[in-house]
């Protein structure tokens, strides 16, 4: 990826792109490359800063009254001398007219030649003007090479004071480089500094510190939720058929170089459709766990903003973090209430022009972050999201079987302390048919309250009584679970 990406640079530059805006906040990569780059083309190497000015690498001094960044940009201009001028940190500088128009000049003057003004910063606002003479440019994120270089740097660097044990198997290594794609170089340092320091070494155990710095990242933009994994594939009974699928991918993420030249793709996703308490976002929470990703929620409600334009851009800032700390699991559930096919323009049509913007980003989004949608309604989503392309498999998640509902006391049981083997399973499963796993799991905790208040311990007869008084959805809601086991019989794959 580096290497293509100065290709596409330089033949900018012999193409006579003047000024060229690299989006990253990585400085010290960005120039480490753009050395890189006026070495290949045999050009001079400048850098500015707003404390130093204007200077060339291969020389001491600076260029006079060159702080000034008008100044410097016409000390280019009038210099017309080839060269690549970096320039950092241009964020508070661009709104300046006589900047914008500086820019445009010295961008015009070097068009005539090889050279070129590079700009770099994170989520600049470039002004209309500027943005005609300017070609931007996603700087790329560090490679598994990156990563790897500097983790043998990094213990040989801190291997001088102390001796430092790398307990990681070839395959553990490649998980271990896995975890660290979406960290810039600098916060791969500080993490893999800090694990060898505490722990003397690197471990597979390693990779929960590398989650825990990318849930700092993601609450640091406030739009995305970070979910600890707490559930496990075991918390849920039944789902053979998705927990197979999901089983399947899992060793895409343990061995990702071998998946690809294998000629696997990363999967883009899964929607759980389904009767609502059935276990579906459960099996979301599970599956960062399993695969041992980090997971994120996403709330499409957290986007909007009153102001015009404002909540386009909070989507693309949430997108980016997912993307930037990928691979992750992206979860949204109840997807149906956050772009519901009904519409409507109170928003000033911001759903609309969102919900677009979250189509193509389904179809075209870089590899590394798998989503999870779930959805208890099929009429509420629009059509679009069920086409080809937006998601590898439709799952429909039903009622739980009798075996299933058994399976469920069990674990309910078992989670609040007591002993499955002290109750009739089979009896309680055949007493909850059409109940979902939801409504188990609240017949049980009913069940310990009457206890509780009665002083005495869980029983059979206790459980048995809040059956009793329950009536499930499959009752309350037939018509609406009957036409959606309808719709889904020939269009989706069954989960269970």
């Known amino acids: 990826m580096r290497d293509n990406f100065l290709k596409d640079l330089e033949m900018l530059v012999r193409s006579h792109y003047g000024l060229i805006y690299l989006d990253t906040e990585e400085e010290d990569r960005a120039q480490t490359m753009l050395r890189h780059l006026a070495d290949q083309l045999n050009l001079p190497y400048f850098a500015w800063t707003s404390t130093k000015g204007l200077r060339r690498l291969d020389s001491n001094g600076y260029v006079y009254g060159s702080e000034n960044l008008a100044n410097a940009l016409s000390h280019i201009e009038q210099t017309n001398f080839p060269a690549i001028y970096h320039l950092e940190g241009m964020k508070e500088f661009l709104p300046e007219r006589l900047v914008d128009q500086r820019l445009k000049d010295t961008a015009q003057a070097l068009s005539k030649q090889n050279g070129a003004v590079v700009i770099t910063g994170g989520e600049l606002e470039l002004p209309d003007g500027v943005k005609q003479v300017c070609t931007r440019m996603s700087f790329p994120a560090p490679g598994e090479e990156e990563y790897q270089a500097l983790i043998q740097n990094t213990i040989s660097d801190m291997s001088e004071r102390a001796e430092i044990k790398v307990e990681l198997a070839p395959e553990e290594m490649n998980r271990f480089l896995n975890s660290l794609k979406g960290?810039?170089?600098?916060?791969?340092?500080?993490?893999?500094?800090?694990?060898?320091?505490?722990?003397?070494?690197?471990?597979?155990?390693?990779?929960?510190?590398?989650?825990?710095?990318?849930?700092?990242?993601?609450?640091?933009?406030?739009?995305?939720?970070?979910?600890p994994a707490r559930e496990n594939m075991d918390d849920i009974a039944d789902l053979k058929g998705l927990k197979a699928w999901l089983a399947q991918r899992r060793e895409m993420f343990q061995h990702p170089d071998q998946a690809t030249k294998f000629g696997l793709s990363f999967p883009k996703g899964v929607l759980l459709l389904g009767v609502q308490g059935c276990g579906k976002s459960l099996c979301a929470k599970a599956v960062g766990q399993a695969?041992?990703?980090?997971?994120?929620?996403?709330?499409?409600?957290?986007?909007?903003?009153?102001?015009?334009?404002?909540?386009?851009?909070?989507?693309?800032?949430?997108?980016?973090?997912?993307?930037?700390?990928?691979?992750?699991?992206?979860?949204?559930?109840?997807?149906e209430k956050a772009f519901s096919s009904s519409g409507g323009d109170e928003d000033g049509g911001?759903?609309?022009?969102?919900?677009?913007?979250?189509?193509?980003?389904?179809?075209?989004?870089?590899?590394?972050?798998?989503?999870?949608?779930?959805?208890?309604?099929?009429?509420?989503?629009?059509?679009?999201?069920?086409?080809?392309?937006?998601?590898?498999?439709?799952?429909?998640?039903?009622?739980?079987?009798?075996?299933?509902?058994?399976?469920l006391f069990e674990i309910h049981l078992r989670k609040r302390g007591r002993d499955p083997g002290l109750f009739n399973l089979q009896a309680l499963a055949q007493g909850t048919e059409g109940f979902s796993g939801a409504e188990i799991e609240q017949a049980i905790v009913s069940g310990l309250y009457d206890a509780f208040s009665k002083q005495t311990d869980l029983t059979d007869e206790i459980l048995v009584s809040e059956i009793h008084l329950t009536r499930p959805m499959s009752q309350t809601m037939s018509e609406k679970i009957s036409a959606l086991r309808d719709w889904a019989k020939d269009r989706t794959v069954s989960a269970q």
């Open 183 to 227: 960290l810039t170089l600098l916060e791969a340092k500080k993490i893999i500094t800090r694990i060898i320091v505490e722990n003397g070494g690197l471990t597979p155990d390693n990779i929960k510190y590398i989650n825990d710095a990318k849930k700092e990242i993601i609450e640091r933009e406030g739009l995305l939720e970070y979910y």
């Open 291 to 335: 695969w041992d990703l980090p997971l994120l929620k996403f709330d499409p409600s957290n986007l909007y903003n009153k102001y015009v334009g404002e909540s386009e851009k909070n989507f693309k800032r949430a997108m980016r973090v997912a993307e930037q700390v990928a691979p992750v699991v992206l979860w949204i559930d109840e997807i």
């Open 350 to 407: 911001a759903s609309e022009r969102i919900f677009g913007m979250f189509l193509t980003w389904l179809q075209d989004k870089k590899d590394g972050v798998f989503v999870i949608a779930t959805a208890n309604s099929i009429e509420r989503l629009p059509p679009e999201f069920l086409r080809k392309g937006r998601f590898d498999e439709i799952f429909f998640v039903d009622l739980p079987t009798p075996e299933a509902r058994q399976a």
